[in-house]
C-alpha cells in the first residue's frame, strides 16, 4: 500500500510540474517600470518629453511563431477610441528585443524588415504619452504579439484599426505590460 501511494504522488507531482511549471509567454522592460516619464512623453500636443521608445524584450514564444508585432495603447485617451501610440509588426521571428528608441525612425534602431505604421498622432513610428493636463493617470498597454505568419502584408501607411483586426486574425499569443502616465498642470 505505501509503495502504491508513493508512486501516485510521484505521478501527481510530475503531472503537476508538467502543467504548472511551463513557461509563458512573457514581456518586460529594463527602461520603463509601472509609471511612464519624460524620457517617453510625446514631444508635441503641449508635451515636451524625449519621446524614447521604451526598451522590450520577450521571451517563449509559443511553437508556431513566424513573426511579432507590438503595440502601445492608451484605453484612457478621451476620443471614444482610445489613443495608439506605437504599432510595429513583422518583426522577424528570431527577433526577442526591441532597444530603447527603436521607435524614433530615422534611427534605424528597429529590426530589419520590421514595419512602423502610424499612429494616431498621424506619424509613424513611436509617439509617447502625452494625455492632456489634469485629466489624471491614463494607463498605457504595451502588448507583444506572437503571431502565425511571416507578414501582415501591410505596409507603413495602414492605420491602426487596420493593424489591430489583422493582428487579432493573426495571433498565437500576447504578453502585455502595463504604465501609467500623468501629465501635471504647467
Not at 83 to 112: C, M, Y
Not at 160 to 182: D, R
Request: glycine content about 10%.
Amino acid at each position: 500500500m505505501m509503495i502504491h501511494s508513493i508512486q501516485i504522488l510521484m505521478v501527481a507531482l510530475t503531472f503537476s510540474s508538467a502543467v504548472f511549471g511551463q513557461e509563458t509567454f512573457t514581456l518586460t522592460s529594463n527602461s520603463l517600470g509601472g509609471q511612464a516619464t519624460t524620457k517617453e512623453e510625446f514631444n508635441g500636443f503641449g508635451c515636451t518629453g524625449s519621446n524614447q521608445s521604451p526598451q522590450l524584450s520577450w521571451e517563449n514564444a509559443p511553437e508556431g511563431t513566424q513573426s511579432f508585432a507590438v503595440t502601445i495603447y492608451d484605453p484612457d485617451a478621451p476620443t471614444g477610441s482610445g489613443w495608439w501610440h506605437w504599432i510595429v509588426f513583422d518583426i522577424p521571428a528570431q527577433t526577442r528585443e526591441l532597444v530603447s528608441d527603436a521607435g524614433n525612425i530615422a534611427l534605424h534602431l528597429a529590426p530589419k524588415g520590421a514595419i512602423q505604421s502610424i499612429t494616431d498622432y498621424g506619424t509613424q513610428g513611436y509617439g509617447g504619452p502625452c494625455p492632456p493636463e489634469g485629466h489624471g493617470l491614463h494607463q498605457y498597454i504595451i502588448t507583444v504579439y506572437a503571431l502565425k505568419t511571416e507578414t501582415l502584408g501591410l505596409d507603413k501607411t495602414t492605420n491602426p484599426a487596420v493593424v489591430g483586426y489583422y493582428l487579432w486574425n493573426n495571433t498565437l499569443a500576447k504578453a502585455s505590460i502595463v504604465a501609467y502616465y500623468q501629465r501635471s498642470k504647467e
